[in-house]
């Protein structure tokens, strides 16, 4: 899983997320097609994401005898990034529906590529538990860095950021201004074009989800 190099990046090598990628990315895609892998690759890639989180032991009752099982102890926080984000939150839902859900909207500027942050909903206890960014795209990594910066001013310690196709640049930029920040991405793609976006690539994933393109 981490043979590319990067300290801070997970890369999911798993047939069936490279598969349902594939569908992805292809240009053919709409929009109702396109949401539903979205969400389905993510809650793909949560087994993974919460492998470390904390469990606590719980006594029950079984038909059969009383035993000891292991639940959640943590209370979560799953934050997507407005737009694209939203696309992969209901698949990340199915598998933590006790998650809370915060919201940062962030739009890039096409001419700068800088991000420019116009919703900030978040809870007030953000150092409760983990939270896991959500974003498909890490591209220059300017709205990621911004985001994880949001995060931490509202108190979150514990954090990884969940993508779907991930640059080399932008990688690299994560690592520089956001360490100690785990990024797990479906893909790690060749790099960007002059309008910074990643190529392949799968396009403008805010616009193929809501069909805005
Ligand atoms: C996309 C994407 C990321 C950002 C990545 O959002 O969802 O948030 O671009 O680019 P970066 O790494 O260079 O910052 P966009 O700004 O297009 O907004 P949208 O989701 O509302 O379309
Ligand atoms: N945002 C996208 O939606 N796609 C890219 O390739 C880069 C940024």
């Given amino acids: 899983m981490n043979d590319h190099g990067y300290p801070n990046l997970v890369v999911f090598d798993h047939p069936l997320i490279k598969h349902k990628l594939s569908y992805l990315r292809e240009s053919s895609t ?58 992969m939150t209901a698949g990340v839902l199915d598998l933590m529906p006790e998650a809370r859900v915060g919201h940062l909207g962030m739009a890039r500027d096409e001419a700068t590529l800088e991000p420019r942050a116009y919703l900030n909903k978040l809870p007030p206890d953000l150092d409760a538990g983990p939270v896991v960014l959500i974003d498909p795209m890490l591209a ?14 509202a108190g979150a310690l514990d954090l990884r950021m969940v993508c779907l196709v991930a640059s080399p640049e932008g990688v690299e930029r994560m690592e520089a201004e956001a360490p100690g920040v785990t990024v797990y991405t479906a893909a790690l793609d060749d790099r960007l074009d002059e309008r910074g976006y990643i190529l392949p690539g799968l396009g403008d994933a805010g616009d193929r989800l809501f069909g805005t393109g």
Avoid: D, K, N, W
């Fill in 140 to 153: 220059t990594g300017g709205s990621a860095v911004a985001a994880i910066g949001m995060l931490r001013e």
């Fill in 30 to 87: 709409g929009h109702r097609a396109f949401r539903a892998l979205m969400s389905q690759i993510a809650g793909l890639m949560v087994y993974e994401v919460t492998r470390s989180f904390a469990t606590r032991p719980v006594r029950i009752e079984t038909p059969m005898a009383g035993t000891t099982v292991h639940r959640l102890s943590c209370v979560v926080t799953v934050v997507p990034v407005l737009r694209a984000g939203l696309g």
